[in-house]
């Protein structure tokens, strides 16, 4: 049962920080160039939060399948 909030946790984290990345992408299309650049970095940051996030996933479930594997 603790597997399955974990899962749905990261999987909201990370469609979250997704989602708001695209915003800031929406956002960049539509504005001047000297706030565009601004607004692509902090997409650019929200991306890389989720990529933190899946890697985090992927880490805490491999070392979860390794105590299980030692009992």
Do not use: H
């Amino acid at each position: 049962m603790i597997q399955l909030g974990e899962r749905f946790l990261y999987g909201f984290e990370i469609a979250g920080a997704c989602i708001i990345g695209l915003i800031f992408i929406g956002m960049a299309f539509s504005s001047d160039p000297d706030t565009a650049w601004k607004l692509v970095i902090a997409a650019v940051l929200c991306f890389s939060i989720a990529l933190f996030f899946g890697v985090m996933y992927l880490t805490n479930k491999k070392e979860r399948e390794k105590r299980q594997f030692k009992m």
